[in-house]
């Protein structure tokens, strides 16, 4: 046991007694390396001036550090007694509880003496009041142009297959019209807590208004390798889901996505459960618990007559793993899996249907880091597949008694990317969806739908880590419901961010 730091003198501290001895041994080792080059001073004189002068200089370096570590170590004791009898003077100030006659003081444990004397050397805990808030804001505007005569957002609302609406309103428009546009201003706050939570949100702000991409808190201390995250939460299945738009590839998401889940991923509000398994290579488990509030895939009507379902409706699991193959490559493969409620509505019709929608998925991406400055030689391949299967068996109203509404559709995309200088890359992709396209609805019966897919070609220049150049041009072939139409497109975007930005994921 050590004797309270309060009652006794702070030379005989076993801290103090530590550092004395640890600066004795240091100075000790550096004067037997200087003394053994010493040693070695008169033979080098025989081998030439070069020589003569070389261990000359060594030995002056090894007397200035030994000199620098003197004094460094002589000011860490000073301010190691000062603090010792700081700690010491404190009780004077401060009411002890009195200790009955004859009763002997209580003993001070090992761990509690060194725990006294290091907290006073120790920073305290962030309480909330002091945590550090990151700020940053992304402007993202953009000039495009397609020669279509009422917009390639339009032609990809009305894809044979995918353009149904909901109660009878028009979906909320994400289009870019020829001409500059201002994606968004994405206003990002982030911020450790305490030692126990991390806290994060992301703000979309256009002409239209507000709405909030992410809002999380995260817990950062549970055992076992497990992380909880609640609030508003962009989900862990795929590539791109998890990533906000000023970090993309390429201007656009792909069309699976757009049609699958729309122009913000899937961003629910639920919690998130994820484990890092303790595996020598990268293994990751996730699992989700969201209400189920996403207009394209998990959607619920409004409509009077329709079911109701409390929420949560919308259930997820995901898997993530990549062997260690290097300091130059990384692999990473992923699968995904969502069980939820969705409802279609027909206001036109009176008429509605209510079931299931399952989504199966798969990814993958390799990247090659060639250690050249400013990413030449970088190369990034990478690609996601998603099925998608509705069952909607509970048909409302004048579709009481149709037959059911089923949907088996998927969609892909496969893109690569290559930094050919310093701070510029230059990328294709391919994307498709409507392989499997077969649609049974109460008013057609069974259809089978054609695809659609486009070829993209971008060109990029990272000025820095906080502004980017990049030009995008691509050719469509789209499966409507008025027949097949094809489109150009071309857009030049300029994006940049100021302020304090985290990380971004792998």
């Given at each position: 046991?050590?004797p309270c730091p309060?009652?006794?003198?702070v ?5 103090f007694?530590?550092?004395k001895?640890t600066?004795?041994?240091t100075?000790a080792l550096v004067a ?6 010493s040693a ?5 004189q ?5 020589r003569?002068?070389k ?9 200035q550090?030994m000199t620098t570590?003197?004094?460094q170590?002589?000011?860490e004791m ?5 603090l010792?009898?700081?700690q010491a ?9 009195p200790?009955?006659?004859?009763a002997?003081?209580?003993?001070t ?6 725990k006294q004397?290091?907290?006073v050397?120790v920073p305290?805990?962030v309480?909330g009041?002091n ?8 402007l993202d ?6 020669d ?5 957002s339009?032609?990809k ?5 995918f353009g149904h609406?909901?109660d ?5 428009h994400?289009?870019?019209e020829n001409?500059?546009?201002l994606r968004?201003?994405e206003l990002s706050l982030s911020?450790?807590v305490?030692?126990?939570?991390r806290?994060?949100?992301?703000v979309?702000?256009d002409?239209d208004?507000?709405?909030f991409?992410?809002?999380?808190l995260q817990?950062t ?14 989900s862990g299945?795929g ?7 000023h970090n993309?590839d390429?201007?656009?998401?792909p069309?699976v996505y757009?049609?699958?889940f729309?122009?913000h991923?899937?961003?629910e ?5 994820t484990w890092?398994?303790?595996?020598p ?5 996730g699992?989700?618990?969201f209400?189920g509030?996403?207009?394209h895939?998990f959607?619920m009507?409004d409509a009077?007559n329709?079911?109701q379902?409390d929420?949560p ?5 995901f898997?993530k793993t990549?062997p ?23 206001e036109d019709?009176?008429a ?11 990814d993958?991406?390799?990247?090659y880091?060639?250690k050249?400055?400013?990413?030449e ?8 597949y998603f099925?998608?299967?509705q069952?909607?068996?509970d ?9 059911a ?5 998927d969609?892909?995309?496969?893109q690569g990317?290559y930094?050919?200088?310093p701070c510029w ?12 396209n ?5 008013e ?12 993209a070609a ?5 000025l820095?880590e ?7 041009a691509?050719?469509?072939w789209?499966?409507?419901e ?6 150009w497109?071309c ?5 940049v961010?100021?302020?304090e930005h985290?990380a971004?994921?792998f």
């Amino acid at each position: 046991m050590f004797p309270c730091p309060h009652t006794q003198d702070v030379s005989a501290h076993p801290i103090f007694h530590y550092m004395k001895n640890t600066c004795s041994r240091t100075r000790a080792l550096v004067a037997g390396a200087a003394f053994s080059l010493s040693a070695a001073w008169a033979p080098a004189q025989t081998g030439g001036d070069a020589r003569y002068q070389k261990l000359e200089d060594e030995v002056r370096a090894l007397r200035q550090q030994m000199t620098t570590m003197q004094e460094q170590h002589s000011r860490e004791m000073a301010e190691l007694k000062a603090l010792f009898q700081k700690q010491a003077a404190a009780p004077a100030d401060t009411p002890q509880t009195p200790i009955a006659q004859g009763a002997a003081a209580p003993a001070t444990s090992l761990y509690e003496s060194i725990k006294q004397s290091a907290e006073v050397l120790v920073p305290q805990s962030v309480d909330g009041k002091n945590a550090d808030l990151d700020l940053s804001v992304v402007l993202d505007m953009y000039f495009y142009h397609d020669d279509t005569s009422e917009g390639v957002s339009h032609l990809k609302e009305h894809l044979r297959g995918f353009g149904h609406r909901h109660d009878g309103q028009e979906d909320h428009h994400h289009g870019s019209e020829n001409g500059f546009n201002l994606r968004h201003v994405e206003l990002s706050l982030s911020a450790e807590v305490d030692p126990y939570f991390r806290a994060w949100t992301t703000v979309a702000v256009d002409e239209d208004g507000a709405e909030f991409e992410e809002a999380v808190l995260q817990t950062t201390s549970l055992p076992y390798g497990l992380t909880l995250s609640g609030g508003k939460i962009k989900s862990g299945i795929g590539r791109i889901n998890r990533q906000h738009s000023h970090n993309w590839d390429f201007w656009d998401q792909p069309l699976v996505y757009d049609l699958f889940f729309g122009a913000h991923g899937l961003s629910e509000k639920g919690v998130q459960l994820t484990w890092l398994a303790p595996t020598p290579f990268y293994l990751l488990f996730g699992t989700e618990v969201f209400n189920g509030d996403n207009e394209h895939s998990f959607s619920m009507s409004d409509a009077d007559n329709m079911p109701q379902h409390d929420a949560p409706r919308l259930y997820t699991a995901f898997m993530k793993t990549g062997p260690d193959l290097g300091p130059n490559n990384a692999l990473q493969f992923g699968l995904s899996a969502l069980s939820g409620r969705h409802q279609v509505w027909d206001e036109d019709e009176d008429a509605g249907a209510d079931g299931h929608a399952r989504i199966f998925g798969t990814d993958f991406v390799y990247k090659y880091d060639a250690k050249r400055s400013h990413g030449e030689g970088d190369f990034i391949l990478q690609g996601e597949y998603f099925y998608r299967d509705q069952d909607l068996d509970d048909p409302v109203g004048a579709w009481r008694d149709l037959p059911a509404w089923t949907m088996r559709q998927d969609g892909y995309y496969v893109q690569g990317l290559y930094g050919f200088l310093p701070c510029w890359r230059t990328g294709l992709r391919w994307d498709q969806v409507g392989l499997i396209n077969d649609v049974q609805n109460p008013e057609e019966g069974d259809i089978s739908c054609g695809d659609s897919y486009r070829l993209a070609a971008m060109l990029d220049w990272k000025l820095s880590e906080f502004s980017l150049l990049r030009f995008q041009a691509g050719h469509g072939w789209y499966a409507t419901e008025d027949g097949r139409e094809d489109a150009w497109e071309c857009a030049l975007q300029w994006q940049v961010t100021f302020g304090e930005h985290g990380a971004h994921d792998f």
